[in-house]
T-cell receptor
Framework: GAVVSQHPSRVICKSGTSVKIECRSL??????MFWYRQFPKQSLMLMAT?????????EQGVEKDKFLINHASLTLSTLTVTSAHPEDSSFYIC?????????????FGPGTRLTVL | KQEVTQIPAALSVPEGENLVLNCSFT??????LQWFRQDPGKGLTSLLL???SQREQTSGRLNASLDKSSGRSTLYIAASQPGDSATYLC??????????WGAGTKLIIKP
């Protein structure tokens, strides 16, 4: 099956710093990548959808200036949490969808645990 | 607006029992339905994907069914084991190719 990686798997940072999370599709070209956020004991919440070479589409209530998404290539998307604060602490998961074959299936990364002190 | 509901929210059964997890959705216009497993503090493991044209999928001790017209899916786990303990999530792919998630069922298998 298709493999999606995320880096780092865990990050702890001080309040006010920016954190970048990478999402890579390892064995397929991902025309679309999705970023989710998951609070403890809750389900996944879609933050934004990004298509390669285009600006990301953010879900209602998600600050685009706070959560910067770049999808510069068909195998890499990045999420940057700018000026992180403790309330941004969460589990961030990306997924990727290919250009052909299984177009309606998303493949998930292992997630990144962000803790802001 | 598509809504996905999972019942029960939590389930605790003795090892060896067969069990059924339920998922319902309000809009039958879906491309597929997926069942995932999530262990505490971990990412998602895709268990089964059922395309909208299919009725069921099987993998080992797991069997998932889909009744699109009634907006229901079930995940059947046979001969449960303590290692099956996890949160099980159901999600449907809507007409915009977005995943709409249920809140999950937390399953505990008692040794």
């Amino acid at each position: 099956g298709a493999v999606v990686s995320q880096h780092p798997s865990r990050v702890i940072c001080k309040s006010g710093t920016s954190v970048k999370i990478e999402c890579r599709s390892l064995d397929f070209q991902a025309t679309t990548m999705f970023w989710y956020r998951q609070f403890p004991k809750q389900s996944l919440m879609l933050m934004a959808t990004s298509n390669e070479g285009s600006k990301a589409t953010y879900e209602q209530g998600v600050e685009k200036d706070k959560f910067l998404i770049n999808h510069a290539s068909l195998t890499l998307s990045t999420l940057t949490v700018t000026s992180a604060h403790p309330e941004d602490s969460s589990f961030y998961i990306c997924s990727a969808r290919g250009a052909s074959g299984g177009y309606n299936e998303q493949f998930f990364g292992p997630g990144t645990r962000l803790t802001v002190l | 607006k598509q809504e996905v509901t999972q019942i029960p929210a939590a389930l605790s059964v003795p090892e060896g029992e067969n069990l059924v997890l339920n998922c319902s959705f309000t809009d039958s216009a879906i491309y597929n339905l997926q069942w995932f497993r999530q262990d505490p503090g971990k990412g998602l493991t895709s268990l089964l994907l059922i395309q909208s044209s299919q009725r069921e999928q099987t993998s080992g001790r797991l069997n998932a069914s889909l009744d699109k017209s009634s907006g229901r899916s079930t995940l059947y786990i046979a001969a449960s084991q303590p290692g099956d303990s996890a949160t099980y999530l159901c999600a449907v792919t809507n007409s915009n190719y977005q995943l709409i998630w249920g809140a999950g069922t937390k399953l505990i298998i008692k040794p």
